[in-house]
């Protein structure tokens, strides 16, 4: 290469910029994104002169000199970093400007500040465009350093602090990659279901979906309002009808004009109407309805017992068994009263299936997202990053590098239990105890990923006894093709297996566990009709943001978190 023709160093790359076109103007707004400014190589000091619009929320806000000028951080959350503004008091009223809250768009002009100043550029205010006040006095969010369990009482302004921010434009960015991932890899995005109909085992720990209180409130009151016909009510009915169809007869045998008896048949037919009204208004009873003692689900919305999904795989199946590569990534929902740091009634998931494909290619897909994830959050959120790495978890980027750069442990079931074993023997103490046959808990999770590897983990071909009956059976007979990733900071983040594709065997495990048959029945006819080897797993995708950002309760990574006595906004 020429040396004429080598990239100029990048302060002449700036220097030359048109600086009319260097700042991006939102699309749909006529301000100045703060981060389009700050967020420059240069911290925005080559945009020096130019005029623009910025709007945003005072951080902070100081009067200086006096009262003669005051300084503000604005901060509108496409970013982490603020913007110092400078507002003379001839512009306009400090006081109403620097209460920590106030929203305020200003224009000005970009301009370098004095050497050895925090900043890189500072906005000269020309005019105040509009000021949204705060009464600093009932504001609830004070510049004061707040903590995370105080925030959850204030839902609707959390977002407003540097912290729940953060980790709103770290969810939208892992959100953002795995669609990126899955787009890259010839998957198709596929909405499955929130109300899904279930008879089978697990549903007390389901939200269930039903009309039936509602419809009863309402036939209550309007029985109170409208009491149901008394039985004399209906005798007086019957006798109506009676007496009518006496008179249709008389008529009839009279031989009476057609015009008579079409009206008196009118006359009885309107009061046979009446009496079945009132004889059904007589079956009305108040309460939820019942039949042989149980609630009586065909008079509900559904005309079944519906609930709220606890996850989308079976449904995706379906897609996978005729489309080959697919993901549903949603809202889940889970009834436990659990009160834990790790567990929401409500919850995302990731859910990819991939057809003509087994376990291998399973733990291989998943090692590639979770890394995937990884270096997106270190190529494109690295400021929020950097931010959760001085305020709460030192070593969440470099947890980030090791992961997306490491390759994952791969060991069975059998080998974790006895690498458990020997650690016991060594000395280390469990709180659950240790045999082949046991549920892998966090503990045991976290001691091979944190302690023993101090890497990434996926253990694979656990006992058929804990694991569901879709899971394929190992040749064994006593282990299924399942797989679980783990990781340092939360233990598990994924779970998979290889389905189970022989029509045969899922019948036997269904029965073996218990379950009924007529519920999978549409499950099974993938099975019977063109059947295919697939696997699949799901990630917990608050998980992952714990993971991400060394953040320890999971009801501050989700923006309205739900949990036993908690449903606020």
């Not at 839902?155 to 991932?181: D, E, K, M, Q, V």
């Not at 809202?331 to 009160?339: G, I, K, W, Y």
């Not at 253990?459 to 058929?464: E, G, I, R």
């Not at 499950?523 to 714990?546: A, N, P, Q």
Request: glycine share 6%.
């Amino acid at each position: 290469m020429a040396e004429t023709d080598q990239a100029p160093p990048q302060s002449d790359q700036l220097a030359a910029m048109n600086l009319t076109d260097a700042v991006e103007k939102h699309a749909f707004s006529d301000r100045v994104l703060i981060r389009s400014i700050v967020g420059r190589p240069d911290g925005g000091a080559g945009l020096s002169g130019q005029k623009v619009r910025a709007g945003g929320w005072v951080k902070t806000g100081r009067e200086q000199g006096k009262g003669t000028f005051a300084f503000l951080e604005l901060n509108d959350g496409s970013c982490p970093a603020n913007l110092q503004v400078i507002v003379d008091a001839g512009v306009a009223v400090l006081s109403k400007l620097v209460a920590t809250g106030t929203c305020v768009v200003v224009d000005g002009i970009l301009k370098v500040p004095p050497e050895g100043t925090r900043q890189k550029i500072e906005l000269r205010v020309e005019k105040v465009v509009s000021v949204g006040e705060v009464d600093p006095a009932k504001y609830p969010i004070p510049k004061t350093k707040l903590t995370l369990e105080f925030l959850r009482d204030h839902l609707h302004l959390r977002s407003r602090t540097n912290t729940i921010a953060a980790l709103a434009r770290i969810r939208n960015a892992l959100a953002f990659a795995t669609h990126s991932f899955f787009q890259e890899h010839n998957f198709l995005y596929v909405h499955t279901p929130i109300i899904t109909t279930s008879d089978c085992e697990g549903a007390g720990e389901m939200f269930q979906v039903t009309t039936l209180i509602s419809e009863s409130e309402k036939l209550e009151k309007e029985l109170i309002k409208s009491p149901p016909p008394s039985e004399a009510d209906i005798e007086a009915a019957r006798q109506v009808v009676s007496e009518r169809g006496e008179a249709v007869k008389q008529l009839k045998a009279a031989k009476a004009s057609k015009s008579d008896i079409t009206a008196s048949v009118a006359e009885l037919n309107k009061a046979k109407e009446n009496l079945s009204k009132l004889e059904e208004r007589s079956k009305l009873k108040p309460g939820i309805p019942k039949k042989d003692g149980k609630i009586d689900y065909t008079q509900d919305f559904f005309a079944r017992q519906a609930f709220l999904t606890v996850s989308g795989q079976l449904q995706v199946e379906t897609y996978a068994c005729a489309v080959s590569n697919v993901y549903t990534f949603g809202p889940t929902f889970r009834a436990e009263q659990s009160h834990t740091s790790r567990h929401l009634a409500e919850f995302w998931m990731v859910e990819p299936e991939i057809a003509f494909a087994d376990l291998q290619d399973d733990m291989k897909c998943a090692e590639a997202y979770v890394k995937y994830m990884c270096n997106w959050l270190l190529d494109k959120c690295l400021d929020d990053m950097e931010f959760m790495a001085k305020s709460y978890d030192k070593g969440c980027i470099d947890r980030l590098k090791m992961v997306a750069s490491t390759p994952f442990v791969r060991i069975t079931y059998t080998e974790a239990v006895e690498l458990l074993e020997e650690a016991v023997k060594g000395g280390k103490k469990f709180e659950n105890e240790v045999k082949w046959g046991i549920d892998l808990a966090s503990e045991h999770e976290r001691f091979l990923t944190e302690v023993k590897f101090q890497k990434p983990v996926i253990v694979y071909n656990y006992p058929k006894g804990i694991k569901a009956f879709y899971m394929r059976l190992n040749d064994d007979m006593k282990t299924v093709a399942a797989m679980d990733v783990l990781v340092p900071k939360v233990g598990e983040l994924i779970g998979g297996s290889q389905r189970e594709e022989r029509y045969d065997v899922i019948r036997e495990r269904i029965s073996e566990m218990g379950l009924p048959l007529e519920p999978y029945e549409w499950y099974l006819d993938l099975r019977r009709f063109g059947t295919v080897k697939h696997c699949g797993f799901g990630l917990g995708f608050e998980r992952m943001i714990l993971f991400a950002t060394g953040i320890d309760n999971i009801r501050d990574v989700i923006p309205f978190p739900r949990y036993p006595g908690r449903a606020d906004l």
